[in-house]
């Protein structure tokens, strides 16, 4: 490892994603102020994000570099993203929520001291290449010259960080800042209940096939998602046939198989299975409105929205271990989805009685350990959009 050095150093950062928001990864060149030699390089991929994001993510792993391979050096950053520079100076002000966290890791790595300078993106030339290397897969992680301008990547301290051990992790930057999990999360086609308005549980109820219309929607959302299918890991869908249909023609367009989780299937609704609302308000009506004051009430012979909560969020758990830092496609059902947007904003279970989500609709929610906690906090970064259809995801400009 690099020693402690020059008492001066450059952090050299940059950011981008490929379609805005899109394939994102980040580039950081850690200098020596005095003579310019390069003491470490960091780039790496950081799932869908934005520019705005990449930018912010290369900003604290250059941060990252100097703390761990100039400790008490004086660090002056250099980027040619005037809103990072503004922002990290104080001049402007922050609203985005990723971009916030962001900012607050780097408030907490960068040292007293610390200057923010701008340069055109023809002096940033180092950083914007580890960011396309990042993103044409031939680079991954830190390397550290033993010699100035040596390039020669940084011996492990052991085989156990060699195969990805936490101490190799923490050396190329933790998943909180660098590696998000993200799950697309897709509800259903429609189906005959519906169109219908009529209780559709999981697997112990009746399990009507796509209609032909959420075939259509199924094919619509595919399309959409095709763009990113470089970026996709898997396809996972809970073992119901309307969600399982919906899967098959996405992962047929991204070129993946699909994968059953069975936390992800829909409520059990017991004896309200294929009824209408109105069917069961005239024949259960004090049932209902208990089912809708409590969460731990349930339809008879059905699950209570608590005994969801639990069996959705330890498929949630199951879901980021397989899938740590990478994109997944999720196919689910209506209240599955709701209790995952409950859960990633941390919001009370009834909240999902405020979301409105409609068939083959996409959210997307961005899952970052937290070291401090050692849990997963949700970003959720898009909800129940609709595939535009005549325009692409890219043009969208939203996620």
């Given at each position: 490892m690099a020693s402690a050095g020059p008492a001066r150093v450059v952090v050299e950062a940059d950011g981008g994603s490929r379609g805005n928001p899109g394939p994102a990864a980040y580039g950081a060149v850690l200098k020596d102020a005095a003579t310019g030699a390069v003491i470490a390089e960091d780039g790496a991929t950081i799932g869908i994000a934005s520019n705005n994001v990449a930018e912010y993510s290369g900003l604290v792993a250059g941060l990252r570099l100097a703390r761990r391979f100039t400790p008490g050096a004086t660090i002056e950053v250099r980027m040619d993203s005037k809103l990072v520079v503004e922002q990290m100076s104080g001049r402007w002000k922050i609203k985005h929520p990723d971009m916030q966290r962001l900012a607050a890791q780097a408030r907490e790595l960068a040292p007293a001291g610390t200057s923010y300078t701008w340069v055109p993106r023809a002096a940033n030339g180092d950083a914007d290449a580890l960011v396309n290397q990042a993103l044409d897969g031939t680079r991954s992680g830190v390397t550290a010259a033993d010699a100035p301008g040596d390039g020669v990547p940084d011996a492990p301290d052991s085989a156990a960080e060699e195969a990805g051990s936490p101490a190799a992790k923490a050396a190329s930057g933790p998943p909180d800042m660098a590696q998000p999990t993200t799950v697309v999360l897709v509800r259903h086609g429609v189906t005959r209940h519906t169109t219908g308005r009529r209780f559709s549980g999981g697997l112990g109820g009746d399990n009507p096939p796509?209609?032909?219309?959420?075939?259509?929607?199924?094919?619509?959302?595919?399309?959409?998602?095709?763009?990113?299918?470089?970026?996709?890991?898997?396809?996972?869908?809970?073992?119901?046939?309307?969600?399982?249909?919906?899967?098959?023609?996405?992962?047929?367009?991204?070129?993946?198989?699909?994968?059953?989780?069975?936390?992800?299937?829909?409520?059990?609704?017991?004896?309200?299975?294929?009824?209408?609302?109105?069917?069961?308000?005239?024949?259960?009506?004090?049932?209902?409105?208990?089912?809708?004051?409590?969460?731990?009430?349930?339809?008879?012979?059905?699950?209570?929205?608590?005994?969801?909560?639990?069996?959705?969020?330890?498929?949630?758990?199951?879901?980021?271990?397989?899938?740590?830092?990478?994109?997944?496609?999720?196919?689910?059902?209506?209240?599955?989805?709701?209790?995952?947007?409950?859960?990633?904003?941390?919001?009370?279970?009834?909240?999902?009685?405020?979301?409105?989500?409609?068939?083959?609709?996409?959210?997307?929610?961005?899952?970052?350990?937290?070291?401090?906690?050692?849990?997963?906090?949700?970003?959720?970064?898009?909800?129940?959009?609709?595939?535009?259809?005549?325009?692409?995801?890219r043009d969208t400009g939203r996620w």
């Open positions: 796509l209609s032909e219309e959420g075939r259509a929607q199924a094919a619509e959302v595919a399309g959409w998602l095709g763009e990113l299918k470089e970026s996709v890991d898997a396809v996972v869908a809970s073992p119901v046939r309307r969600t399982r249909e919906t899967a098959d023609i996405i992962a047929a367009e991204l070129g993946l198989p699909v994968s059953e989780e069975a936390g992800f299937a829909e409520m059990e609704f017991g004896e309200w299975d294929g009824l209408s609302f109105v069917e069961v308000a005239e024949r259960d009506k004090e049932r209902l409105d208990a089912w809708f004051a409590d969460m731990a009430a349930a339809p008879p012979g059905g699950e209570s929205f608590l005994q969801v909560q639990e069996r959705v969020l330890a498929g949630l758990d199951r879901l980021l271990s397989a899938h740590e830092g990478r994109t997944v496609v999720l196919v689910s059902h209506v209240t599955p989805i709701k209790t995952l947007v409950a859960h990633a904003m941390e919001a009370p279970l009834d909240a999902i009685f405020r979301l409105e989500l409609a068939p083959a609709a996409v959210s997307v929610i961005s899952f970052y350990a937290d070291p401090s906690s050692g849990k997963r906090r949700g970003s959720l970064r898009f909800f129940n959009s609709l595939a535009p259809g005549r325009r692409t995801l």
